[in-house]
């Protein structure tokens, strides 16, 4: 237990537990976008993918690092459309497209990773972003290194996520979306396009989404492997249910995710990880999603139009 | 614009739509091909003569398409039912540990109550990790997509542990594999000289006994409810909750038994490598059959062929193995808009 506590009180500790924090939180927010209006995006993992071969490329090729992630942000917005189209107007199987998105979009960074550095064994390195540390809050003892020593990417993350709870609770267009993903029929009858909302909506998370898979190659590890979302898009899902819908929560949700990642992988250097196989401590993110959707079984507010196409003249 | 459902779809509408969905996949690959550097029509040509152009070739073939089969029934009968398994990989490797457990020599009995005894073992694994899921989903309403996708990830980790730890292969020169299976624990093959086991033949057994369950038993027919309406299921008298249970027991069987084929009949050990998305693949070949156990079959050879026709393809004319995965995923994205087409008329307004 003292292990845990020293680990706790690192401020290497909470640094990291923020750092990992921020991937999910785009795509999160990206999810949840989606899930509000109405519409389960599981082509999540492979826009993640995308994401992060598109901004690490675009990066590589030298369009600087904010062009990558304009880069990420466009393929990720181009993929979403196609889930779009499928779902929305055509109404088409959600679980089953979106399955198709994230086949697609993984299969498409591999081919063009293979096409454009056939003879590569091992991957280019960028110069990522760096640590942009705040005048005098990094100073703070603990907090400060934690929140305000980070690069440009996570407070960006964070930025992203109070522009969704501002938008959604406090602008026409957010109670428009939520609205949208409770009650199209009532959205119809207002005179507002249920699919156009719904398409914009998946389109705009779709970019997100791609966001948080370059913050990885961009910001995180400055390369591009293969298998490196690694399931991450299937936990943000998690994450928006334990956040139970709503962006503050699920900020929430993925910071406690990640302190947990960060605590496993100190743990595997203790004495505790010389007798625990280090396998059970990278088992631990996927358990821990699991128990967290176990959790909030009985008190999820799911939206009520979720997975329900909408077609005009049918009730 | 307005989807407008068609009373009586002609046969031209419900072919003609597939066939395009099908031409458009080969006029993708077509660009891929020239994206590449390569020559569209001999690249497409590579890939059927990597698939069918030799004995060795459609053996091949066969081989890729078994475990395929296994895992493309267990999606199908479990989509039929709407139970959205995205398990079948974890299932799969599931039955694998336990046909190692069970065919390294720990038990010692006659070849065909041997392999009879793990095949069951398999089945009884597979369905016993997507069980998990389902009770969740039935009693708490968790949702089975998340849930089932996030085992596969334990899953691998676990096999990944067993593998350095207490089932690694003494022998295996550092290696993370196990030890080989005993002589009567292996699959033999279907005639001598053939490089094509039993668990081919298995495979097509599994695809009539989920025909003659789905179209001739009772249970077949409450899947069915269940997976077009619950709510109208229920109120018919139909225990739902029961039927899934089901359900997920056969499926994930089901899935199990591409693990066991693949480590009796192909690999002879488990390997991290084992399965190369199988399960993931069986999505695509399940509903590139419309979800029907028969179709399976055809669909599972298509897919095989065009895996191992690109393999072979991309050490011929140097286009990246991975046009493969495009061009499924694309023709399942087509097919599905495809078949939608084929039964409505899009009108404006």
């Known amino acids: 237990m003292s292990a845990v506590f020293d680990i706790l009180l690192q401020a290497s500790f909470w640094a990291a537990a923020v750092r990992i924090a921020s991937p999910l939180i785009f795509a999160t927010m990206g999810e949840l976008i989606c899930e509000r209006a109405g519409v389960l995006n599981l082509g999540i993992e492979g826009i993640m993918v995308i994401g992060a071969f598109a901004g690490w490329m675009a990066t590589y090729q030298g369009a600087g690092l904010w062009g990558g992630v304009a880069v990420a942000m466009a393929a990720g917005m181009l993929f979403g459309l196609l889930h779009a189209v499928l779902v929305v107007p055509f109404g088409l199987s959600q679980h089953v497209v979106g399955l198709g998105i994230t086949l697609l979009a993984t299969s498409t960074s591999y081919f063009a990773y293979r096409l454009i550095l056939p003879e590569v064994t091992s991957p280019p390195r960028i110069e990522p972003f760096g640590t942009l540390p705040l005048p005098y809050l990094a100073d703070i003892p603990l907090l400060g290194p934690a929140l305000f020593a980070q690069t440009a990417l996570t407070y960006a993350a964070f930025g992203v996520a109070a522009v969704v709870a501002l938008v959604l609770y406090r602008t026409p267009l957010g109670l428009a979306l939520r609205a949208v993903g409770e009650n199209p029929a009532a959205v119809a009858a207002q005179g507002l396009s249920v699919t156009g909302l719904r398409m914009g909506a998946v389109i705009v998370g779709s970019g997100l989404m791609a966001v948080g898979g370059a913050f990885l190659t961009l910001s995180a590890f400055s390369s591009f492997f293969f298998e490196m979302v690694n399931g991450r898009g299937w936990i943000c899902i998690a994450l928006v249910v334990f956040g139970a819908w709503k962006p503050g929560k699920a900020v929430l949700g993925a910071l406690l995710f990640a302190a947990f990642d960060a605590l496993q992988v100190r743990l595997q250097q203790t004495p505790l990880g010389a007798l625990v196989p280090y396998q059970v401590f990278l088992m631990l993110p996927y358990v821990l999603s699991i128990l967290a959707l176990i959790a909030m079984s009985r008190r999820a507010e799911v939206p009520a139009a979720l997975m329900v196409p909408f077609m005009k003249g049918e009730r | ?349």
């Open chain 2, 1 to 349: 614009m307005r989807l407008e459902p068609i009373a009586n779809p002609g046969l031209a509408r419900r072919l003609g739509f597939p066939a395009l969905a099908l031409a458009l996949t080969v006029v993708v690959a077509s660009g891929l091909a020239l994206l590449a550097g390569a020559e569209p029509f001999a690249t497409i040509g590579l890939i059927v003569q990597g698939a069918a152009g030799s004995k060795f070739a459609a053996l091949e073939t066969l081989n890729r398409a078994t475990p395929l089969i296994f895992t493309g029934l267990a999606v199908a009968v479990a989509f039929r039912a709407r139970l959205w398994n995205i398990g079948a990989e974890a299932q799969l490797y599931g039955g694998a540990i336990v046909t190692v457990l069970l065919g390294t020599g720990a038990i010692g009995l006659p070849q065909p109550l041997l392999l009879a005894l793990m095949a069951l073992a398999a089945m009884l694994a597979g369905a016993l990790i997507l069980l998990g899921p389902v009770v969740l989903k039935t009693r708490l309403g968790v949702d089975e997509v998340v849930t089932t996708l996030l085992i596969n990830f334990i899953m691998l980790l676990a096999v990944s542990y067993l593998l350095e730890g207490p089932l690694k292969d003494p022998a295996g020169m550092g290696w993370p594999k196990s030890a080989a299976l005993i002589a009567e624990a292996r699959l033999p093959r279907i005639a001598t000289g053939l490089r094509l086991h039993w668990g081919f033949a298995l495979a097509l057994l599994a695809a009539g006994a989920v025909w003659l369950i789905e179209t001739r038993t009772s249970l077949g027919y409450e899947m069915r409810a269940v997976g077009l309406n619950p709510q109208a299921a229920r109120f018919a008298g139909i225990a739902v909750g029961a039927v899934l249970v089901k359900t997920a027991l056969m499926s994930g069987g089901l899935a199990a038994l591409a693990g066991f084929s693949e480590v009796a009949g192909l690999k002879g050990h488990l390997s991290l490598d084992l399965s190369p998305g199988f399960g993931y693949t069986g999505i695509i070949v399940a509903m590139l059959a419309l979800l029907h156990p028969l179709a399976v079959v055809p669909s599972a050879l298509f897919v095989a062929a065009v895996f191992v026709g690109s393999d072979s393809m991309s050490r011929a004319a140097g286009v990246p193995t991975y046009i493969a995965d495009m061009l499924l995923a694309l023709a399942l994205l087509f097919m599905v808009l495809a078949l939608l087409l084929a039964r409505v008329r899009v009108v404006r307004g």
